[in-house]
């Protein structure tokens, strides 16, 4: 089992930063890719940010392409998401994933193909 440990929401405005991190701990051998969703109220979750184990293939929803940044620290077992230019449209509670499997292409995207999942942490961003 792998589990996994979201930090760094809160309520920032419109124009701000934050940086949530995701601490991954128990067989973290065995993951593959690591990935950032999140659920607005009354919405999907949607996928956000992408990263193999080796900080290749990153990938972005396009919503967050140029805004955030995923990125990893394997030897502290942490993902990271910077979140820059923040807009009220981002306010959701994110999610960090892991999968086994390398996922490629869109089936990055699928949360159904992620076997691991955090807590989730609360982002409001006002106008």
């Known amino acids: 089992q792998v589990q996994l440990v979201e930090s760094g929401g809160g309520s920032v405005q419109a124009g701000g930063s934050l940086r949530l991190s995701c601490a991954a701990s128990?067989?973290?051998?065995?993951?593959?890719?690591m990935g950032w969703f999140r659920q607005a109220p009354g919405k999907e979750r949607e996928f956000t940010a992408h990263?193999?184990?080796?900080?290749?293939?990153?990938y972005y929803n396009d919503s967050v392409k140029g805004r955030f940044t995923i990125s990893r620290d394997n030897a502290k077992n942490t993902v990271y998401l910077q979140m820059d230019s923040l807009k009220p449209e981002d306010t959701a509670t994110y999610y960090c994933a892991a999968a086994n499997n390398r996922l490629v292409g869109l089936l990055r995207t699928r949360p159904d193909l992620y076997n691991y999942w955090g807590q989730g942490t609360q982002v409001t961003v006002s106008s």
């Open positions: 990263i193999r184990r080796d900080g290749g293939l990153i």
């Open positions: 128990g067989r973290t051998f065995s993951v593959n890719t």
